[in-house]
């Protein structure tokens, strides 16, 4: 198998393909090539010579969520979409946002924080503005701005016949038709190449508080979360922070409290003291304890669990808004007593949280099975996004999943001949 670069591949990426090193492997699988292209229509070119030649293609961006899903069945072209970061246009007064799939998302907030404004999306690893669509990964804000696919009104893609799509536009009504940009959102790069993102921004509110609360236990963690989700005080995010280890022990918490519930409110300055001060009173009727009011967030807030736990196993666990007592004590007792610790941090108020988990392969590889034989109890799904290989090697990383004939009829119908990222997402699609 060659690695010289084609005349052809250079040509249509204006000289900018090189051949793959080790450090451009994707989850061990080396390609035999790394492009950068400049523009959408160098990608087009590239992903045209792809399908003609039957090349397998994965796009990279900042490399912060390349390991989440499966290996790659496997791998001819990496497209690194670095060069696609421009800011295409920011309108501030329609909070529109246009900019290439590699912007990061650190330079975006920058972008708009000038003008007052934000957006929503703010995924624990950072990363490129392309890699947080392509991954659906969210964090703290999604409560109160809605999902990445709620905030993405349109798209620029490559089909994987090298065509050049475009979905939606700059305003947030748009033609009625498919919404691709919706489709392809979380799907993992298998159904398109996205070069250009539009979204919707917010208004950053001038006052902001934060409400940390200790819960004492499973039940009092619930109860809080629930309590919280159910009033009228319209809280933007609700985070619950438990550790791996109990009552002060081994890096616990040093109060001997299961974890913590922190609350942000924003809005007018005066406001948002208000808002907090009740908060805060909800919080310590529903069983809080040393319930704190702060301008800060807690050291935790937002922050990437797995970042914390070198090596570990990282799962993505969602629950119904009901389920958050039932799924901390289904992972209380699948550690128990099973030689792993797990460190659990998440967003309880939209059911979606994440758990890092070390301890020896077979341990872990159990702990999965038991979660998810549990998960009726939460109603919801358990999902491997990374872990060492033999871990991987072991468990079924997207375990059971509804509708899956119908996502790969999808991935047939705009991928036939399996060049985009084959292999990555569920179900090996």
């Not at 808002?275 to 922050?303: C, I, K, N, T, Y």
């Not at 997207?398 to 179900?427: I, T």
Request: with cysteine; hydrophobic share 40%; charged share 20%.
């Amino acid at each position: 198998m060659t690695t010289q670069v084609s005349d052809d591949l250079l040509r249509a990426c204006d000289g900018r393909v090189e051949p793959a090193g080790d450090g451009d492997a994707v989850l061990g699988t080396r390609p035999r090539w790394v492009a950068s292209p400049g523009s959408t229509e160098q990608a087009a070119a590239l992903v045209q010579i792809a399908a003609r030649d039957g090349l397998a293609v994965t796009a990279r961006g900042s490399r912060t969520k390349l390991r989440w899903g499966g290996r790659p069945e496997r791998l001819d072209l990496v497209v690194d979409t670095s060069r696609l970061d421009a800011l295409v246009e920011h309108a501030a007064g329609d909070l529109v946002y246009i900019a290439g799939a590699g912007r990061s998302l650190a330079q975006v907030q920058e972008d708009v924080g000038g003008a007052g404004q934000r957006l929503g999306i703010d995924p624990p690893t950072g990363g490129s503005l392309g890699g947080a669509v392509a991954t659906a990964a969210s964090g703290p804000l999604r409560l109160h701005h809605g999902a990445v696919r709620d905030l993405v009104i349109g798209m620029t893609l490559v089909r994987a016949d090298g065509v050049v799509a475009h979905s939606g536009g700059k305003v947030v009504k748009n033609v009625a038709g498919y919404d691709l940009a919706k489709l392809l959102t979380g799907s993992f790069g298998t159904l398109g190449l996205v070069t250009q993102v539009a979204v919707r921004l917010h208004p950053v509110p001038q006052g902001r508080r934060w409400v940390t609360a200790s819960v004492a236990d499973e039940a009092a963690a619930g109860t809080a979360a629930l309590a919280v989700a159910h009033s009228q005080l319209v809280p933007s995010a609700v985070e619950l922070e438990v550790p791996g280890s109990r009552r002060g022990a081994g890096g616990g918490d040093p109060t001997g409290a299961l974890g913590a519930l922190s609350v942000l409110v924003e809005g007018h300055p005066d406001g948002a003291a208000e808002s907090a001060r009740r908060v805060a009173d909800l919080l310590a009727a529903s069983g809080g304890e040393d319930v704190q009011v702060g301008e800060e967030p807690p050291s935790w807030w937002g922050g990437d669990v797995a970042a914390d736990h070198d090596g570990c196993t990282l799962l993505r666990v969602t629950h119904v808004l009901t389920g958050v007592t039932p799924l901390l004590r289904a992972l209380s007792e699948a550690t128990s007593g099973a030689g792993v610790r797990a460190h659990l941090r998440g967003s309880p108020a939209v059911g979606v949280e994440h758990v890092a988990l070390e301890g020896d392969t077979d341990a872990v590889a159990a702990l999965v099975q038991r979660l998810r034989v549990a998960s009726g109890g939460f109603d919801g799904q358990v999902v491997v996004l990374d872990g060492p290989d033999d871990v991987r090697d072991r468990v079924d990383l997207w375990g059971p999943v509804q509708a899956l004939g119908l996502m790969r009829a999808v991935k047939d119908r705009f991928d036939p001949g399996r060049l985009l990222s084959p292999g990555r997402f569920v179900g090996g699609i």
